[in-house]
T-cell receptor, first 109, second 114 residues
Framework: GQNIDQPTEMTATEGAIVQINCTYQ??????LFWYQQHAGEAPTFLSY????GLEEKGRFSSFLSRSKGYSYPLLKELQMKDSASYLC??????????FGAGTTVTVRA | ETGVTQTPRHLVMGMTNKKSLKCEQH?????MYWYKQSAKKPLELMFV???????ENNSVPSRFSPECPNSSHLFLHLHTLQPEDSALYLC?????????????FGPGTRLTVT
């Protein structure tokens, strides 16, 4: 089976940077996604990485290391609205998407 | 309507009831999915339809029965559910099933089985 691990909760201060680590062990790899989910709402797409390295998109960056089996998003200049659950999802060799349990990030003033 | 819509948003049903969840996508996508999201647990993939054909069934109990009449609509028929089936049921769609395209999620149906 697939194994995707990420911390349950993280707390950070407004204006700071937060990094959420996701480690995975899957049968094959065809890309890693990050989704954001606010309480009571649908998950929304944040990023997709299939090659090693850093993908930057405004305040949000996502890093992937395929050889080490981990990824992390970097959320910069944190705002209160960034308080949400962040879901790591890996597409395996059969293109099936498996999700981690999510990391709840709380941004404090 | 845009994106992915789901109805109803909330549903309370007894264990002997029969109900259906509806999902509609307005994105012209070819693949649709049902997921179950329980508190503090990963999203669990239940069913995948690609071009209106079921391509994935993750050992889901037969009390859940999906139906995909066309590429824009997906249903989940429920009957004789158990209290542990209470969860958020999310529908999603993507351009194609086996590609790098991201999935777009609906707002979900919060199901409570009493």
């Amino acid at each position: 089976g697939q194994n995707i691990d990420q911390p349950t909760e993280m707390t950070a201060t407004e204006g700071a940077i937060v990094q959420i680590n996701c480690t995975y062990q899957t049968s094959g790899f065809n890309g890693l996604f990050w989704y954001q989910q606010h309480a009571g709402e649908a998950p929304t797409f944040l990023s997709y990485n299939v090659l090693d390295g850093l993908e930057e998109k405004g305040r949000f960056s996502s890093f992937l290391s395929r050889s080490k089996g981990y990824s992390y998003p970097l959320l910069k200049e944190l705002q209160m609205k960034d308080s949400a659950s962040y879901l790591c999802a890996v597409r395996d060799g059969d293109y099936k998407l498996s999700f981690g349990a999510g990391t709840t990030v709380t941004v404090r003033a | 309507e845009t994106g992915v819509t789901q109805t109803p948003r909330h549903l309370v049903m007894g264990m002997t009831n029969k109900k259906s969840l509806k999902c509609e996508q307005h994105l012209g996508h070819n693949a649709m999915y049902w997921y179950k999201q329980s508190a503090k647990k990963p999203l669990e993939l239940m069913f995948v339809y690609s071009l209106e054909e079921r391509v994935e069934n993750n050992s889901v109990p037969s009390r859940f029965s999906p139906e995909c009449p066309n590429s824009s609509h997906l249903f989940l028929h429920l009957h004789t559910l158990q209290p542990e089936d209470s969860a958020l049921y999310l529908c999603a769609s993507s351009q194609f099933q086996d590609s790098a395209y991201e999935q777009y999620f609906g707002p979900g149906t919060r199901l409570t089985v009493t």
